[in-house]
C-alpha cells in the first residue's frame, strides 16, 4: 500500500523558509514522478512542483524562483525548499504520485497534508 509521511511545515514570518519533505513507501519510488501541490480552504488544490524519475522539474509559476523541488531515491524522500516565503503561500501542502497500476488504472495518492503558514 502507497502511504507518504508529509513533515516540516509551521509557522514562518514572510521572507522566511520552510523545507518539506515527503517519505513513501509501498512504491517503487525511483521510477515515479512526484509533486508537491497545496490547498486553502475554499479554493481548488494547486499544482506547486513537480520532479521527474529523471529529476526534471516543473514549478507554478508562482513559486519560480524562491522553491526547489529536489528527491532523494536512497531515502525514498521528495523535498520542498521553500524560501522568500509570501502570506499567500499559506496553504496545507500535499505530495503526490500518480501511476497506472497493472490493469491500467491511473491511481494517485495523497499525503495527508502539512500546514504552512505564512505570517505578514
Known amino acids: 500500500q502507497v502511504q507518504f509521511v508529509e513533515s516540516g511545515g509551521g509557522l514562518v514570518q514572510a521572507g522566511g523558509s520552510l523545507r518539506l519533505s515527503c517519505a513513501a513507501s509501498g512504491l517503487t519510488f525511483s521510477i515515479n514522478a512526484m509533486g508537491w501541490y497545496r490547498q486553502v480552504p475554499g479554493k481548488q488544490r494547486e499544482l506547486v512542483a513537480i520532479?521527474?524519475?529523471?529529476?526534471?522539474?516543473n514549478y507554478a509559476d508562482s513559486v519560480k524562483g524562491r522553491f526547489t523541488i529536489s528527491r532523494d531515491n536512497a531515502k525514498n524522500t521528495v523535498y520542498l525548499q521553500m524560501n522568500s516565503l509570501k502570506p499567500e503561500d499559506t496553504a496545507v501542502y500535499y505530495c503526490?504520485?500518480?501511476?497506472?497500476?497493472?490493469?491500467?488504472?491511473?491511481?494517485?495518492?495523497w499525503g495527508q497534508g502539512t500546514q504552512v503558514t505564512v505570517s505578514s
Open positions: 520532479i521527474s524519475s529523471t529529476g526534471n522539474t
Open positions: 503526490n504520485t500518480r501511476f497506472y497500476d497493472s490493469s491500467r488504472s491511473l491511481r494517485s495518492y
